[in-house]
């Protein structure tokens, strides 16, 4: 690490930096990350679920979102098995069930009845949902990416399934879906409570502003 380069700027190589720095490094500038709540089954059928903040949209026609593992993790060894997983939304009020579930249990424990979580039945997937989560894609892995520590898993949305009481006229509010992010550390923010909008410009609207 040396100070330099733009003034009162620290500039960091990465090959300086222990594995450790670097990920908090990392997880503390890539922020807030929305939380993939993954529930997969295991080859055997033993339910597992893991939060997982690398978890992003990727394509909306199809409908392909991403989460990733780093190392080898149960959440990826089931999903590369069977060949599905369900992502569940995480609201406000499932943060401590959420954070229990990173705990690293054994791939024989079932993950749903230590955390007392209540499953409901997928409609085109065999993992099940978190019955308590707002909204939940139900997924095909499509493709299981290998990029430096992380396996990134890509699924195709075979359906999404939405609680109608966090919808209002005909769309999901925010504040009634409530999620939650990830910072660095432990540190998460309830998203919906400091909302603001900015509306979006064309170009239309921008060649007639003076330069
Ligand atoms: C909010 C949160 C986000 C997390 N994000 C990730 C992630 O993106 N990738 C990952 O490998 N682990 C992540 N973890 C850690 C895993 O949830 C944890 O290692 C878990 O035990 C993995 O479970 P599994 O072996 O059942 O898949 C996260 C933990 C928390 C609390």
């Known amino acids: 690490m040396r100070k330099g380069g733009a003034v009162g700027a620290i500039e960091i190589d990465p090959a300086s930096l222990a594995p450790r720095e670097a990920y908090h490094l990392l997880t503390a500038l890539v922020v807030p990350r929305p939380i993939a709540w993954v529930s997969t089954l295991s080859r055997s059928g033993i339910r597992n679920i893991a939060p997982h903040s690398y978890f992003n949209a990727i394509s909306s026609n199809p409908l392909i979102v991403h989460y990733t593992s780093t190392g080898v993790k149960d959440s990826l060894v089931n999903a590369r098995d069977t060949g599905e997983f369900v992502v569940n939304i995480v609201s406000r009020d499932l943060v401590q069930e959420m954070n229990f579930t990173a705990t690293n249990f054994p791939p024989e424990e079932d993950e749903f009845a230590w955390a007392h979580l209540q499953d409901a039945p997928s409609k085109t997937v065999a993992p099940p949902r978190v019955a308590a989560a707002p909204a939940a894609f139900e997924c095909r892995v499509v493709q299981i990416v290998d990029l430096g ?40 923010t309830d998203a919906a409570r400091a909302l603001f909008d900015v509306k979006r410009l064309r170009w239309d609207d921008v060649k007639k502003e003076p330069t």
């Open 149 to 188: 520590n992380g396996s990134m898993v890509f699924g195709e949305v075979s359906s999404i399934v939405i609680k109608e009481e966090v919808m209002r006229e005909g769309r999901v509010d925010p504040e009634l879906l409530a999620p939650i992010g990830r910072l660095g550390g432990s540190t998460y």
